[in-house]
T-cell receptor, first 116, second 111 residues
Framework: AQSVAQPEDQVNVAEGNPLTVKCTYS??????LFWYVQYPNRGLQFLLK??????LVKGSYGFEAEFNKSQTSFHLKKPSALVSDSALYFC??????????????FGQGTELSVKP | DGGITQSPKYLFRKEGQNVTLSCEQN?????MYWYRQDPGQGLRLIYY???????QKGDIAEGYSVSREKKESFPLTVTSAQKNPTAFYLC??????????FGQGTRLTVV
């Protein structure tokens, strides 16, 4: 079955330090992987995606993520965190084919807190 | 402007009442989705549709119904069979190999 796991409910970092938000997935076939950010009482904003090609994907606001097929992971990273990065982050996976093609599943979310 | 619009932003439901949440997109996307968000539980998929006149149940479809009569529209009805409907509901749309675009959400409260 298709699933996404974000093992950390909360990640705390100091401003200027690097940050990592972890994501692992389970899906049949080659996955489409996504990261989104959500601010309070708002919809989700797209950050970056992996469809095919280079395993290192760069996205909005200085974020990047690395697709690791052997570890079935897609961790979100940023070299230097900002206080304004504080928000709720979601990893998502979509199966590209098969009888559940198109089904878009999200992890439970990770609350990122960046302190000055 | 192109985008996805949910309405209303806030909705109040009485016990035993059906309510319908609207979701409209003008992005020409084939796929549309409905999610429920509760604190600490992330986004759970209710229903999704990949094409007009076809839709599939997600992980928590009980107590909900949808229709997809037009490409642009994917309304969600919360029926009286849904015993705990208070939540934040999010609609999204996408093309097959692109990211999903989200509406701003509808907050449903039982009164």
């Amino acid at each position: 079955a298709q699933s996404v796991a974000q093992p950390e409910d909360q990640v705390n970092v100091a401003e200027g330090n690097p940050l990592t938000v972890k994501c692992t997935y389970s899906v049949s076939g080659n996955p489409y992987l996504f990261w989104y950010v959500q601010y309070p009482n708002r919809g989700l904003q797209f950050l970056l995606k992996y469809i095919t090609g280079d395993n290192l994907v760069k996205g909005s606001y200085g974020f990047e993520a690395e697709f690791n097929k052997s570890q079935t992971s897609f961790h979100l990273k940023k070299p230097s965190a900002l206080v304004s990065d504080s928000a709720l982050y979601f990893c998502a996976v979509r199966a590209p084919e098969g009888n559940q093609g198109g089904k878009l599943i999200f992890g439970q979310g990770t609350e990122l807190s960046v302190k000055p | 402007d192109g985008g996805i619009t949910q309405s209303p932003k806030y909705l109040f439901r009485k016990e035993g009442q059906n309510v319908t949440l609207s979701c409209e997109q003008n992005l020409n996307h084939d796929a549309m989705y409905w999610y429920r968000q509760d604190p600490g539980q992330g986004l759970r998929l209710i229903y999704y549709s990949q094409i007009v006149n076809d839709f599939q149940k997600g992980d928590i479809a009980e107590g909900y119904s949808v229709s997809r009569e037009k490409k642009e529209s994917f309304p969600l009805t919360v029926t009286s069979a849904q015993k705990n409907p208070t939540a934040f509901y999010l609609c999204a749309s996408s093309s097959y190999n692109t990211e999903a675009f989200f509406g701003q959400g509808t907050r449903l409260t039982v009164v």
